[in-house]
């Protein structure tokens, strides 16, 4: 069993189309990180949610963390092909960072 | 650039060689994670460093597997008597302190390790 599940593992959409994918757990956590990953390029950090509830926006991006904070959805908002990549959840757990299996999203123009 | 760098980027090995991966944190970072990714998977964490000390190499694996971080100069994953198996995507993360929201993690691009 993952510690984190990301839904839809894929998903490809059309340019101007909007669009929400999940990081889901059955463990609390005190913060949690979304990254993307171009192809062929490492992950970049993307925010970080720390408190029950909190919604950040970055640009089209919009990120929230559940009350419980056992999860987290990332909504794209009129999607573009620039947005193409795999989205990454992560949360901090003893020495490392978990990696959640990914988002692998395809905005077709 | 002063950001992590990884070399090299592509890297072929017959099975049975050794494969040397390098990792420049970002500067001033004496935090480093290696991790490792399969074709549309998440990263898998290997082992995290700071400055000549291993502090967690749960998911290495025992055998063939080793990481150092010296003092100076950049950290190492060395990977020997290397099988199909082994090939995947290595990549290398610093930070300021010990990762958590207030010092998150910078990743370099990654070697592409083949073995033939």
């Known amino acids: 069993t993952q510690l984190l599940e990301q839904s839809p593992q894929f998903l490809s959409i059309q340019e101007g189309e909007n669009l929400t994918v999940y990081c889901n757990s059955s463990s609390v956590f005190s913060s949690l990180q979304w990254y993307r990953q171009e192809p062929g390029e490492g992950p970049v950090l993307l925010v970080t949610v720390v408190t029950g509830g909190e919604v950040k926006k970055l640009k089209r991006l919009t990120f929230q963390f559940g009350d419980a904070r056992k999860d987290s959805s990332l909504h794209i908002t009129a999607a573009q092909p620039g947005d193409t990549g795999l989205y990454l959840c992560?949360?901090?757990?003893?020495?490392?960072?978990?990696f959640g299996t990914g988002t692998s999203l395809t905005v077709i123009p | 650039n002063a950001g992590v760098m990884q070399n090299p980027r592509h890297l072929v090995r017959r099975r049975g060689q050794e494969a040397r991966l390098r990792c420049s944190p970002m500067?001033?970072?004496?935090?480093v994670y290696w991790y490792r990714q399969l074709p549309e998977e998440g990263l898998k964490f290997m082992v995290y460093?700071?400055?000549?000390?291993?502090?967690?190499e749960s998911g290495m694996p025992k055998e063939r597997f080793s990481a150092e971080f010296p003092k100076e100069g950049p950290s190492i994953l060395r990977i020997q008597q290397v099988v199909r198996g082994d090939s995947a995507a290595y990549f290398c993360?610093?930070?300021?302190?010990?990762?958590?929201?207030?010092?998150?993690?910078?990743f370099g691009n990654g070697t592409r390790l083949t073995v033939t």
């Open positions: 460093l700071q400055k000549e000390n291993i502090i967690d």
């Open positions: 992560a949360v901090p757990t003893g020495n490392q960072f978990y």
């Open positions: 500067k001033g970072h004496s935090h």
């Open positions: 993360a610093s930070s300021l302190t010990r990762g958590d929201y207030n010092s998150p993690l910078h």
